[in-house]
């Protein structure tokens, strides 16, 4: 028997009303294909490998923490929208209401009959960015959503199914206070630099299944596989990354990525917000940027401010697993000071840092000086011991105190530094003879974001922290000493 436009809406008013009015969990569960991806809290689970009973005991944790009672589902329908038929796959085009926020919009839903009935294999939600929707669209903008399940976790919203995704995709409702250095700027020049895997571009393992289950070679046929492979990088934080197609990333075709393209956004996490990042403060979310890309190096494009609906939409992806700096942070040797006491004495450094009348080397000095005199106030006697109060180079205390953290082989290796050589190498290296030069502009930007970031504060203490400006201003001129080097 043919499949009706209105066997759609049935399906579709199904799979809601079993799941919030009636909370009839195994009736809701058949409305899936097997081929489908399930939502169970912050996992996904495939329908074909998923029990009824491990989804209603999953589900019914979830309601009853939530308590969301047996009230309407959040989405209504509001008509029998078009169908289309191909094969045994169905696009259809539903007008949908959401009753919380009186908006009405329509979602595309893909369809999939199994022997007489019509199942729910996935959906996307329409904004007027949406591209307009193919079956093999939906199925990519579900892998994308599913692929960012895990680190979006919000606590005031629980997500039961790829319609809750979809839809606060579509409509994200979350508002942060946003900060960020005014000289910083970034928009997307589409280099393709951040597509080129020479690092282990990270793949969740659930984005991993997802994304390899849509039909690429009917969205580009020119998508080579594989796709993803092992990880390989010691510090990796999955076990996939991308692999590396002739010096960039599969997806790369013809200057874009095919799976933005397809899914509207990149879903991949790291592709999704590269090369900004953040730091959650007691004030508000600091953006930074990093400086291995080609376009934050060179300042290009709008102050981030300005492009807060994108800023907010990455952060939204790592709110929950951001750097984050708490109301009170070590001064020095484990003595507290406070969050807004610091970002004072962040204010004056970063003032310090940006003043053109002084060489770079000056303003790192001057800046160390300020966290000097900052803690002093505080307890003199702890920053006498802890930086020698002018027996020690700050730039030799700054090295040993990143080097050592990041780099120990430096330290252990066939370098092995002693003690007293660790903290002479600035002076040694300056004193080489060597020549080289710098962008002072580019040079001063950089220190003023590694202030900005706060990397180390909760770690270190607000003087380790502002001494890295030092260790930094001497890495800078470092590289560019071996650069001087190799050049001879
Ligand atoms: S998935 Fe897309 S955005 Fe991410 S590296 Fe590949 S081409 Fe670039």
């Known amino acids: 028997m043919p499949i009706a436009q209105s066997d759609a809406s049935t399906l579709i008013t199904r799979f809601l009303e079993s799941l919030y009015e009636r909370q009839d969990l195994a009736e809701h569960l058949d409305c899936y294909h097997p081929d489908a991806w399930v939502l169970l809290g912050p996992n996904l689970v495939h329908r074909g490998e998923l029990e009824a009973s491990t989804y209603e005991g999953a589900i019914a944790a979830l309601f009853a923490m939530a308590r969301p009672g047996t009230k309407p589902a959040r989405f209504e329908l509001l008509g029998e929208g078009e169908l289309s038929a191909h094969g045994t796959d169905h696009l259809a085009m539903l007008p949908m209401r959401d009753r919380n926020a009186d908006r009405t919009f329509t979602a595309a839903f893909h369809l999939r009959r199994e022997g007489a009935a019509l199942l729910f294999q996935g959906c996307v939600v329409l904004t007027p960015e949406t591209p307009v929707p193919t079956l093999e669209t939906i199925d990519a903008a579900v892998a994308a959503a599913l692929s960012q399940t895990s680190l979006v976790p919000d606590p005031g919203e629980i997500l039961l199914t790829p319609l809750d995704l979809a839809y606060r995709r579509a409509f994200p409702v979350e508002s942060y206070r946003l900060l960020a250095l005014p000289e910083t700027r970034f928009t997307c020049q589409h280099s393709g630099h951040c597509c080129t895997p020479q690092h282990d571009i990270p ?68 592709c999704a917000t590269y090369p900004v990042d953040f730091t959650a403060t007691p004030d508000g979310i600091c953006l930074w940027t990093y400086f291995t890309c080609p376009t934050v190096r060179a300042n290009i494009g709008e102050p981030l401010l300005a492009r807060h609906e994108d800023m907010s939409a990455r952060v939204r992806l790592w709110r929950n697993a951001m750097l984050l700096v708490p109301d009170e942070v070590p001064l020095v040797d484990g003595v507290p000071a406070s ?109 003023r974001q590694v202030v900005y970031r706060k990397k180390y504060l909760p770690e270190i203490g607000v003087v380790g922290h502002v001494t890295l400006v030092a260790w930094v201003e001497g890495m800078v001129r470092w590289a560019a000493i071996a650069q001087a080097r190799v050049r001879q």
């Open 203 to 270: 793949v969740p393992r659930a984005a991993r299944q997802a994304i390899e289950g849509v039909d690429w070679r009917a969205i580009a046929p020119s998508v080579p596989l594989p796709l993803f492979e092992a990880a390989t990088a010691r510090d990796a934080t999955e076990e996939s990354r991308l692999v590396d197609h002739g010096g960039t990333c599969g997806f790369r075709q013809d200057g874009g990525c095919v799976l933005h393209a397809a899914a509207g956004y990149a879903p991949l996490a790291v």
């Open 339 to 447: 969050f807004h006491a610091y970002a004072t004495l962040e204010e004056e450094v970063l003032s310090i840092l940006a003043r053109s009348d002084r060489s770079p080397r000056e303003r790192a000095v001057e800046a160390v000086e300020a966290a000097r005199i900052f803690a002093r106030q505080a307890v003199p006697e702890s920053v006498g011991d802890a930086l020698g109060d002018g027996e020690v180079d700050p730039l030799g205390v700054a090295l040993y105190l990143v080097l050592n953290k990041h780099l120990p082989e430096v330290f252990r290796g066939p370098l092995a530094l002693g003690d007293a050589d660790r903290l002479d190498l600035p002076r040694r290296l300056a004193s080489s003879g060597v020549r080289y030069a710098y962008d002072n502009e580019l040079i001063t930007r950089y220190l």
